[in-house]
């Protein structure tokens, strides 16, 4: 380990033990840590404004004379203000609480000013600027060049930082180990650690800034993607079962599905085939949008599990949709000797008991089941696959908890909620992934409408007119109860309001999370059977529901709802061979809301939603605030560096392909960096 990993900041020239505690405050301790306090943006000084031609709002430099200069002492502050003239025109410019600028700017004075453009009514001021006096003041690192800003907390300023950094640099930049190799350096064009970590600070020009920026954000890509390499490749190492499929176990299968699976679903199971018959463990993402078929797809890998007299068990978040999973597998399997359980959460004690020893002595073959089962007490005499429905919060956390068993089964991870690429290769960067790159035949795109409250009448006509044809359809609403500090209605008022004054002559029925159990299945069995032609409901259904005959969604306070979630509870409809529609009623005049209601008009393709999504809501949000696996990074954006992003993954791939370890010698320092530096700095995920 180099020294600067340990040495304190106090140790750089000009931070005492105050500014010490300050720069700690920011997460800066070492000088390693110091050196890596890249700045959030810079200003080129080089680049003055004239005055006549600085806007408001945005940063300017100016260069001129002080012409006036006045001092008042106001109630709080001391305010000082400065007229500047650059034979343009004429800029004030005032400083607050820094009584010490007045002995600096006097009148006379040459002197350039960088700040942002800002004054009450939109006057042209700066306020509280930076400052430098051309003659006694004119060091290279505050004149007529890039300048770095800083984040720094409140006792900290840009110019004693800057010095700070400068003397770092310095002294410790050259003690800065190179960790690639000069033909990798070569390879991705990136400039050699010294050269890039000086530029980032103090380029030059804006190419040189550039350069450093993608030395860093290549760098932190790179060991992200190292550190999952390292973990596919660990998981590959364990052994799992190894399967065999012959072709009467293939004809046999089929025969029970009530559909020729597409050639899309074909696609993707030849890809979890070839993981079921190697020896090591599948790992593999199965992505599909919704109502793509990704049930059929699991069934068919289950059922080769059993064939191979194995255990087979599938996850669903919510008990809804593990019932559904239930009655899919039991009718598929009407006529087969395979025996299933639904384990659910409000089984007797007595049930409950008899379930878990049937999976234990291996007399049942599939378990459905909540995410809980991997929680709980489950114990399997043979686990060789395990699926997980519908869940992109099935983070490596979570995956962990499946692998650390010292058998380790076979896992399918299924998403609806197509993940953007770039977070396929970073949140599922250990898995492999398979896309249905197409739904089945004769579906026909949603037809989807926002509905302003001048609408809403029309609408009601319309939806009225589809039941009374025989369709079903949802309405959902963003909470249970009304409530008027969100100013929102709920389901339990509405249904009322639905059933006595809009639609009285459509029979309908109430769902949501605070119904008992009993009362839930009860209501959500009657709308299968089609007892009922509307079902009023919250997000409950938002994933997973399969209900054919459903062809009307319609969706109340649609702004209040996420992309992926619209996407999500469209994807209930659509499922049949009839037109389906969606209605987002929405009386929003939000920007992001009026993006994200548009967006679903325009497309019906879950992966460009995502795209989209991801664009309004940055990954964090997307993920939501739930354990996401979300690296910190620093300077790349997942976004907007997506190439980048993709050759760092392929080359960290092929070193760990070559050298699964990290035991050559050009790769040693690579494995330090990553399980120091790097483990630290990304907050990466247990490599280990
Ligand atoms: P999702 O991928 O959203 O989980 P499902 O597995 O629920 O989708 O399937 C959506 C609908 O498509 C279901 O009603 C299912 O019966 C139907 N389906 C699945 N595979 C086929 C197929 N090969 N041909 C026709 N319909 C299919
Ligand atoms: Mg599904």
């Given at each position: 380990?180099?020294?600067?990993?340990?040495?304190?900041?106090?140790?750089?020239?000009?931070?005492?033990p105050?500014?010490?505690?300050?720069?700690?405050a920011?997460?800066?301790?070492?000088?390693?840590d110091?050196?890596?306090h890249f700045?959030?943006?810079?200003?080129?000084?080089?680049d003055?404004?004239?005055?006549?031609e600085?806007?408001?709002?945005?940063?300017?430099?100016?260069?001129?004379?002080?012409?006036?200069?006045?001092?008042?002492?106001?109630r709080?502050?001391?305010v000082?203000k400065?007229?500047?003239d650059?034979?343009?025109?004429?800029?004030?410019a005032?400083?607050?609480?820094?009584?010490?600028?007045?002995?600096k700017?006097?009148?006379?004075?040459?002197v350039?000013?960088?700040g942002?453009?800002?004054?009450?009514?939109h006057?042209?001021?700066l306020?509280?600027?930076?400052?430098?006096?051309i003659?006694?003041?004119?060091?290279?690192?505050?004149?007529?060049?890039?300048?770095?800003?800083?984040?720094?907390t409140?006792?900290?300023?840009?110019?004693?930082?800057?010095k700070?950094?400068?003397?770092?640099?310095?002294?410790?930049?050259d003690?800065?180990?190179?960790?690639?190799t000069?033909?990798?350096?070569?390879e991705?064009?990136?400039?050699?650690?010294?050269?890039?970590?000086?530029?980032?600070h103090?380029?030059?020009?804006?190419e040189?800034k550039?350069?450093?920026?993608?030395?860093?954000?290549?760098d932190?890509?790179?060991f992200?993607?190292?550190?999952?390499a390292?973990?596919?490749?660990r998981?590959?190492?364990?052994?799992?079962?190894?399967?065999?499929?012959?072709?009467?176990?293939d004809?046999?299968?089929?025969?029970l599905?009530?559909?020729?699976?597409?050639?899309?679903?074909?696609?993707?199971?030849?890809?979890?085939?070839?993981?079921?018959?190697?020896?090591?463990?599948?790992?593999?993402?199965?992505?599909?949008?919704?109502?793509?078929?990704?049930?059929?797809?699991?069934?068919y890998?289950m059922?080769?599990?059993?064939?191979?007299?194995?255990?087979?068990?599938?996850?669903?978040?919510?008990?809804?949709?593990?019932?559904?999973?239930f009655?899919?597998?039991?009718?598929?399997?009407a006529?087969a000797?395979?025996?299933i359980?639904?384990?659910?959460g409000g089984?007797?004690?007595k049930?409950?008991?008899?379930?878990?020893?049937?999976i234990e002595?291996?007399k049942?073959d599939i378990?459905?089941?909540?995410?809980?089962?991997?929680?709980?007490?489950?114990?399997?005499?043979?686990l060789?696959?395990?699926?997980?429905?519908e869940?992109?919060?099935?983070?490596?956390?979570?995956?962990?908890?499946?692998?650390?068993?010292?058998?380790?089964p076979?896992?399918?991870?299924?998403?609806a909620?197509p993940?953007?690429?770039t977070l396929?290769?970073?949140?599922?960067g250990?898995?492999?992934?398979?896309?249905?790159r197409?739904?089945?035949?004769?579906?026909?795109?949603?037809?989807t409408?926002w509905?302003?409250?001048?609408?809403n009448?029309?609408?009601w006509?319309?939806?009225?007119?589809q039941?009374?044809e025989?369709?079903?359809g949802?309405?959902?609403?963003p909470?249970?109860?009304?409530?008027?500090?969100?100013g929102?209605?709920?389901?339990?008022e509405?249904?009322?309001?639905?059933?006595e004054?809009?639609?009285?002559?459509?029979?309908?029925?109430?769902?949501?999370?605070?119904?008992?159990?009993?009362?839930k299945?009860?209501?959500?069995?009657a709308?299968r059977d089609?007892?009922?032609g509307?079902?009023?409901a919250t997000?409950?259904?938002?994933?997973?529901?399969d209900?054919?005959?459903?062809?009307?969604?319609?969706?109340?306070?649609?702004?209040r709802?996420?992309l992926?979630?619209?996407?999500q509870l469209?994807?209930?409809?659509?499922?049949?061979?009839?037109?389906?529609?969606?209605?987002?009623?929405?009386?929003?005049?939000?920007?992001?809301a009026?993006?994200?209601?548009?967006?679903?008009?325009r497309?019906?393709?879950g992966?460009?939603?995502?795209?989209?999504?991801?664009?309004i809501?940055?990954?964090?949000?997307?993920f939501?605030?739930?354990?996401?696996?979300?690296?910190?990074?620093?300077?790349?954006?997942?976004?907007?560096d997506y190439p980048?992003?993709?050759?760092?993954?392929?080359?960290?791939?092929?070193?760990?392909?070559?050298?699964?370890?990290?035991s050559?010698?050009e790769?040693t320092?690579?494995?330090?960096?990553?399980?120091?530096?790097?483990?630290?700095?990304?907050?990466l995920?247990?490599?280990?």
């Open positions: 380990m180099s020294s600067i990993e340990t040495t304190s900041v106090q140790y750089v020239k000009g931070v005492g105050k500014r010490c505690k300050d720069l700690v920011l997460g800066v301790q070492t000088v390693l110091l050196l890596y700045p959030r943006k810079y200003l080129d000084r080089s003055v404004t004239p005055i006549d600085v806007v408001y709002g945005e940063m300017a430099v100016v260069r001129g004379k002080v012409t006036d200069a006045r001092m008042r002492y106001g709080r502050m001391p000082f400065v007229m500047i650059d034979g343009t025109s004429i800029i004030k005032t400083f607050f609480n820094q009584p010490w600028v007045a002995d700017l006097t009148i006379g004075t040459d350039l000013l960088a942002k453009v800002e004054g009450p009514d006057a042209l001021e306020k509280s600027p930076e400052y430098a006096l003659e006694e003041d004119s060091e290279a690192l505050e004149l007529g060049r890039i300048v770095p800003y800083y984040p720094l409140g006792k900290l300023n840009q110019k004693w930082l800057r700070v950094m400068r003397n770092c640099l310095d002294k410790f930049a003690e800065l180990e190179e960790f690639y000069d033909a990798f350096l070569a991705n064009r990136l400039p050699a650690i010294g050269e890039a970590i000086r530029q980032i103090f380029p030059e020009t804006a040189e550039d350069r450093a920026l993608r030395r860093f954000k290549f932190e890509f790179f992200m993607e190292l550190a999952l390292v973990r596919r490749r998981l590959r190492k364990k052994t799992g079962p190894v399967f065999k499929l012959w072709p009467k176990l004809a046999r299968i089929r025969e599905f009530p559909f020729t699976l597409t050639e899309f679903q074909d696609d993707v199971l030849k890809e979890i085939v070839a993981d079921l018959r190697s020896p090591y463990p599948m790992n593999r993402l199965l992505q599909g949008d919704v109502g793509s078929g990704k049930t059929l797809v699991a069934a890998a059922l080769v599990a059993v064939g191979n007299e194995h255990q087979a068990a599938i996850m669903a978040p919510t008990e809804i949709l593990a019932e559904q999973h009655q899919t597998f039991s009718s598929i399997l006529d000797k395979v025996s359980v639904h384990l659910a089984d007797t004690k049930n409950r008991e008899e379930k878990l020893a049937g002595t291996g049942v378990v459905i089941g909540t995410h809980a089962i991997i929680q709980s007490d489950v114990q399997f005499r043979k060789g696959l395990v699926v997980v429905d869940q992109h919060k099935f983070g490596v956390m979570q995956r962990k908890a499946l692998t650390d068993k010292t058998t380790v076979n896992v399918l991870v299924m998403t909620t993940i953007p690429r396929a290769l970073t949140v599922y250990d898995l492999d992934v398979s896309t249905i197409g739904m089945p035949p004769g579906r026909r795109p949603v037809e409408s509905i302003p409250p001048a609408k009448g029309d609408a006509e319309f939806i009225r007119g039941i009374e025989g369709k079903q949802y309405v959902v609403y909470v249970i109860s009304d409530s008027e500090k969100l929102l209605q709920g389901a339990e509405s249904f009322e309001y639905l059933s004054k809009v639609l009285p002559d459509v029979p309908m029925a109430l769902l949501h999370g605070r119904m008992k159990k009993s009362e299945e009860t209501v959500m069995q709308f089609g007892e009922y509307l079902l009023v997000q409950l259904i938002e994933v997973g529901v209900v054919s005959n459903a062809a009307v969604m319609v969706v109340m306070h649609s702004e709802f996420g992926a979630q619209l996407h469209r994807g209930r409809v659509g499922r049949g061979a009839q037109q389906s529609y969606c209605f987002l009623f929405s009386d929003t005049r939000s920007r992001d009026g993006r994200r209601l548009s967006a679903m008009e497309t019906t393709d992966f460009k939603i995502a795209e989209e999504d991801l664009k809501r940055g990954p964090g949000e997307f939501g605030t739930s354990q996401h696996g979300l690296p910190e990074l620093a300077v790349a954006d997942l976004v907007v980048l992003l993709r050759a760092a993954r392929d080359r960290a791939f092929k070193i760990i392909d070559e050298d699964a370890d990290l050559k010698p790769n320092k690579l494995k330090t960096v990553m399980e120091t530096q790097y483990r630290k700095r990304l907050e995920m247990d490599v280990g």
